[in-house]
C-alpha cells in the first residue's frame, strides 16, 4: 500500500528556518506533479507550493520570496525550505503527489506535519 511519509515539522520562533521532507513508502512506478498545502487552525486548506516532474514551480503569494520547493527524482522526495517563518505560518502541513503504482494513478496525501511559529 503506497503511503505519502512527512517529516521535519516543529516548534519555532518567528524569523527561523524548517525544511520539510516527504516521500512515498510502498512500491511506485513514478510521480508526476508534488506539491504541499497546509491548513491552520478555523481555515480550508491552502496551497503553499507545487512543482511539476520537470522542477517548473509555483508558489502561494504569501509564501514567495521565503519558500522554496524541491525535489529529487531520485528519491522520489519532495522538500520544502521555510525561511524567514511567520506566526500566520502556522498550520499542518500536508504532501501531495500524483502517483503512479500498480493501482494506476492516483493523488495522495501525507498524514501532516505540525509546524508552529511563535512570536
Known amino acids: 500500500q503506497v503511503r505519502l511519509v512527512e517529516s521535519g515539522g516543529g516548534l519555532l520562533q518567528a524569523g527561523g528556518s524548517l525544511r520539510l521532507s516527504c516521500a512515498p513508502s510502498?512500491?511506485?512506478?513514478?510521480?508526476?506533479?508534488m506539491g504541499w498545502y497546509r491548513q491552520a487552525p478555523g481555515k480550508q486548506r491552502e496551497l503553499v507550493a507545487t512543482?511539476?516532474?520537470?522542477?517548473?514551480?509555483n508558489y502561494a503569494d504569501s509564501v514567495k520570496g521565503r519558500f522554496t520547493i524541491s525535489r529529487d527524482n531520485a528519491k522520489n522526495t519532495v522538500y520544502l525550505q521555510m525561511n524567514g517563518l511567520k506566526p500566520e505560518d502556522t498550520a499542518v502541513y500536508y504532501c501531495?503527489?500524483?502517483?503512479?503504482?500498480?493501482?494506476?494513478?492516483?493523488?495522495?496525501w501525507g498524514q501532516g506535519t505540525q509546524v508552529t511559529v511563535s512570536s
Open positions: 501531495n503527489a500524483e502517483i503512479r503504482s500498480w493501482r494506476g494513478n492516483e493523488n495522495y
Open positions: 510502498g512500491t511506485i512506478f513514478s510521480i508526476n506533479n
Open positions: 512543482i511539476t516532474r520537470l522542477g517548473i514551480t
